[in-house]
């Protein structure tokens, strides 16, 4: 018997698995997660970046991230 994981069990795995562990991470609404884009949290170069500024959909408060991956 082979056990699936979020990371493998859909074509777009990679992906899901991320949003999930970011929204784990950062604590946000999924409805925050979401309308995150790649430039919000890695570097030109494809570093993660440290910190990411967004504004919360429901409250509309400015929120800072602290990224640490």
Known sequence: M???T???SF???RRNYTIFQVGKATL???SDV???KKS???N???SVKHTA???DKKTGKANTLYLNF
């Open 53 to 55: 500024f967004i504004h």
């Open 40 to 42: 919000d949290v890695y």
């Open 28 to 30: 946000l609404r999924v």
């Open 44 to 46: 030109p170069d494809g």
């Open 2 to 4: 082979q056990s699936t």
């Open 11 to 13: 074509r777009a795995g």
């Open 34 to 36: 979401m309308t995150l």
């Open 6 to 8: 979020l990371l493998d």
